[in-house]
């Protein structure tokens, strides 16, 4: 369903732009300069923090853009010399683990709330869409409290807790599996599918674009979590990648190649990912922000 | 069989439900109820205390200039988004080659982790040998205190955001554009509308949905504005002069480094209630459905 949008879109985008710009040439030119422009000045923070990672501490001040001599010490004495390998451990646990808890619980209770008919159905969608209002930053306080009292201050349950679900899944996975044709689960009913084997065998696997979507946003929303780790996180080993890069570098003060390296190590990945799955990453902006 | 199937559903969303009521319905209860008592983490003893947390955040000078500080983030960084966004995306649309190539481009920094960006944009500020005042200096422009000058911090730090956001809204508005029937554009065309008329007839009226979404959740975006701020002036949280305190920054402070968590619940009800009145707002303007 989705392909053929893409491909009306595209068709209709074609006619659109031949009808829209009669002076192409020089028009067209100035855009790529233009966008070419643009470009540059977005990247540049990225260019320049890779060139001053691989600078030695008295060249990183001097005025030359491109280090002189390229050197790797800045990486091996972050690697080496502070928490990093483990803050990205604990990142990648909290990341992991909280992707898979909403990619099963969200298409889960998606799934319930589109194809199967019970009492309350609508109130309880209504009431999991309306905490989508509630920021971040009022539940804190509770959820500090809360970890104060039940000992989950400095744990990684602590840190993952307020990830294992997420309203805007249940949202958007509904959508999705209420285009699951229902013919289709009746005759694996009628077949002895049991229930939960209508979900995981038969809509889930229909509406596994969205899920990859889902499961790269919640990834990446993770990794990159700041506010509540920083609050939950007590000892330096406990850290996530962006709470060991702010608290490090707060106390490593003019350290800038470290910080630099640092910063290196904590983008390369993301960066990674991304353009490995770029199209999945922009296309699932665009369903998930055009349905929201 | 019916009755059957009904409790199945209950089954899937008994997890779900406990946690959505557990992490998010319940501690938005207890703050609303923290911000009308004395509470303090350590003391057992959490009076009623009414409205008088409300009052001491607003006769609290600090409250204002975060509050004032937040508008002005919004002010500044809403404008700058939505036009620079659209016009990429126009741009975009213009070009035939290299279309991915630059859209992924743009992207790259709303995936990055915002802690290693926010170092990276600190040290490009940095007055002394900051490669920004370097540029300055090479035109011929005086150098800039940016982050270090009251005058100056909040926007510096608006400019990240906008880096930061960019790829996101041209995504957007890629879509948006791309969901306008390419016919409106051919009939004015035989009319013999000019470009900018066909953009101020045609593409802005069509293109209202798109910019509502944009603008709410700029909005929130910036309402929100917490992490860059916190990073990018990490010795003196708050910017010279408080100048770049936003509210997010103020419960902080007030709650997690002052324990004053009764002010601080406080400050996260006016924002929830801020959030609320935007998204209220932007449900009223989509339900009214555009005419073809």
Redesign the interface.
């Known amino acids: 369903m989705a392909t053929r949008v893409a491909a009306e ?1 595209r068709v ?2 074609g ?3 031949q ?3 009669p002076r192409r040439a020089l ?2 030119t100035l ?2 300069v ?2 070419a422009a ?2 540059l ?3 540049f ?2 260019v ?2 890779l060139a ?1 990672s691989l600078k030695g501490p008295r060249e990183i ?1 001097e ?1 030359h ?1 491109w280090p002189q001599v390229p050197t790797l010490d800045n990486f091996r004495r972050v690697l080496t010399t502070t928490q990093f390998p483990r803050w990205f451990f604990n990142s990648f646990v909290i990341a992991a683990v909280t992707t898979g808890s909403v990619a099963f ?2 298409s ?2 998606g ?3 589109a194809k ?4 309350g ?1 609508q109130v ?1 969608f209504i ?2 869409l309306s ?1 989508l ?14 970890s ?1 009292r039940l000992g989950w201050i400095d744990t990684y349950w602590g840190i993952m ?2 990830g ?2 997420s ?1 805007f899944g ?1 949202f958007l996975m509904r959508q999705f599996m209420t285009g699951v044709p229902d013919e289709l689960l009746d005759a694996a009913r009628i077949d002895g599918l049991s ?2 084997g209508l ?1 995981a065998r038969i809509a889930l696997p229909l509406v596994r674009p969205a899920v990859a979507a889902l499961c790269i946003f919640t990834f ?1 929303g993770n ?2 979590a ?2 509540w780790p920083l ?1 939950v996180i007590q000892t330096p080993a406990m850290r996530t ?3 060991g ?2 608290l490090f ?2 106390e490593a003060g003019s350290a ?1 190649h470290l ?2 390296a ?3 190590l ?2 390369l990945p ?2 990674a990912v ?2 490995i799955l ?1 199209r999945q ?2 296309e699932g ?2 369903l998930t ?2 349905r ?1 | 069989m ?1 009755a059957r ?2 409790l ?3 089954a ?2 008994a ?3 406990l ?2 009521l557990a ?6 209860a ?2 609303l109820f ?1 911000s009308l008592h004395r509470w303090n ?1 350590i003391s057992p003893e959490k009076p009623f205390v009414g409205l008088a947390n409300f009052r001491e955040i607003l006769s609290d000078r600090l409250f204002w200039k975060a509050a004032t500080n937040t508008l002005r983030y919004l002010i500044a960084g809403i404008p700058a988004q939505l036009i620079l966004g659209l016009g ?1 995306a126009l ?5 035939v080659r ?1 279309r991915g190539f ?8 709303f ?7 926010a ?3 600190q ?2 500020y940095t007055p002394t ?1 900051g ?1 920004l005042n ?1 540029l300055f200096d090479t035109v011929g422009l005086p150098p800039q205190a940016f982050l270090r000058r009251p005058e100056q911090a909040l926007y510096a730090i608006a400019a990240m955001v906008v ?1 930061e956001y ?3 809204q041209v ?2 508005f ?9 016919v409106f ?2 009939a004015a ?1 035989v009319d013999g509308a000019n ?1 900018w008329e ?1 953009f101020r007839h045609i593409t802005l009226p069509l293109l209202n949905p ?1 910019l509502v ?1 944009s603008v709410v ?1 700029g909005s929130i975006i910036y ?2 504005l ?2 860059q701020v ?2 990018m002036t ?2 003196d949280q708050g910017g010279p002069l408080g100048s770049t305190l936003t509210v ?1 920054l103020y ?2 402070i007030q ?2 480094q002052r324990f004053h ?1 009764g002010p ?2 406080a400050a ?2 006016v ?2 209630a801020a ?2 009145a935007i ?1 209220l707002l932007q449900m009223r303007f989509f339900s009214r459905q555009v005419e073809y």
């Open positions: 879109m209709a985008r006619a659109a732009g009808t829209l710009f028009g067209n855009a790529y233009a966008l643009g470009g000045l977005i990247v923070p990225f320049w923090m001053t001040f005025l853009f619980f969200d889960l209770t799934y319930t709330l199967l008919r019970f009492p159905r309880i009431v999991i905490t209002m509630i920021p971040t930053e009022m539940l804190v306080i509770p959820w500090y409290t809360m104060v807790f307020p294992l679900t309203a249940v229930e939960f979900f990446l990794w990159n700041f506010i609050i990648l962006p709470v890069i702010a570098s707060g800038w910080i630099m640092a910063s290196s904590a983008v993301v960066l991304f353009i770029q990453i922009i902006v665009v922000g055009l929201g | 019916g199937r009904a199945w559903a209950y899937f969303l997890g779900p439900l946690f959505f992490i998010r319905i319940l501690p938005a207890s703050a923290i983490i990429i741009l975009l649309r213009r070009i290299f630059f859209r992924t481009l743009y992207f790259i920094p995936v990055t982790p915002i802690v290693a960006a170092w990276v944009w040290w490009l040998f490669p370097r880096w960019i790829g996101f995504v957007i890629l879509a948006g554009l791309d969901a306008i029937p390419p554009y051919e065309g470009g066909l798109t979404f959740y309402l929100q917490f992490t916190l990073n990490f010795g997010v419960v902080y709650g997690f968590m601080a619940a996260t009800v924002l929830f959030i609320l998204t």
